[in-house]
Structures are given as structure tokens and as C-alpha cells.
Nanobody, 120 residues
Framework: QVQLVESGGGSVQAGRSLTLSCAASGYTICMGWFRQGPGQDRVGVASIDRIGRTTYAPSVKGRFTISRNNAQNTLSLRMDSLKPEDTAVYYC?????????????????WGQGTQVTVSS
């Protein structure tokens, strides 16, 4: 069972940038970032497989960049041009399967989450 630990959340003003990091305890195939706003369902933000193929939610495409370091078992999410609607708890997740998209049920391992708050 891979353990995931996120870091890097915080409070920023709209238009600023923030980078989230996730450390995995072992080998992962597909990794992704999800977020859950107050009173909302958890939704996919971005995913990446071991060879670097990425998928982004339309709401973040062009503003967020997902990356990973396979040698160090780490995952990052660079978030630029942040908006108040990006405010949420962000979760790192791992998917042992071959389809690496943004469907939460495909992901079997989850971190504890990190809060991101964007003020206007």
C-alpha cells in the first residue's frame, strides 16, 4: 500500500502562484491531483503517468502544470494565475491501473489533503 503525503498548501491572493508537492512511499503508475471545495464533490484536477502523459481539467488547463520525478517518487502541481474558485482541499492520489485520467474511483491510494485558499 503506497502512502502519500502532500505539502505546500496555503493562502494566497488571486493571480499569485503556489506549488503543491506529494511524496509517495513507493512505486506508482498513474498519479493525480484532485480537489474538493466546501460542499462540493471531489473532482479531478490533473493526472500524469510514468512516461509523462498528462490530463487536465478544463478549468485549470493552461494555468496548472503537473509533473513527477519517478526516481524520487514525487509529484508536483504548479498552480499559476490562481482564482478564488480554486479554493479547495487538494489531494494527491495514485492509480495502479493503466488508464490515467481523472476518474476518482480509479484511484486507490489517497493523501490526507492540503488546504489551498485563494482570496480576491
Amino acid at each position: 500500500q503506497v502512502q502519500l503525503v502532500e505539502s505546500g498548501g496555503g493562502s494566497v491572493q488571486a493571480g499569485r502562484s503556489l506549488t503543491l508537492s506529494c511524496a509517495a512511499s513507493g512505486y506508482t503508475i498513474c498519479m493525480g491531483w484532485f480537489r474538493q471545495g466546501p460542499g462540493q464533490d471531489r473532482v479531478g484536477v490533473a493526472s500524469i503517468d510514468r512516461i509523462g502523459r498528462t490530463t487536465y481539467a478544463p478549468s485549470v488547463k493552461g494555468r496548472f502544470t503537473i509533473s513527477r520525478n519517478n526516481a524520487q517518487n514525487t509529484l508536483s502541481l504548479r498552480m499559476d494565475s490562481l482564482k478564488p474558485e480554486d479554493t479547495a482541499v487538494y489531494y494527491c492520489a495514485a492509480n495502479p491501473g493503466g488508464v490515467c485520467k481523472l476518474f476518482p474511483p480509479d484511484f486507490t491510494n489517497w493523501g490526507q489533503g492540503t488546504q489551498v485558499t485563494v482570496s480576491s
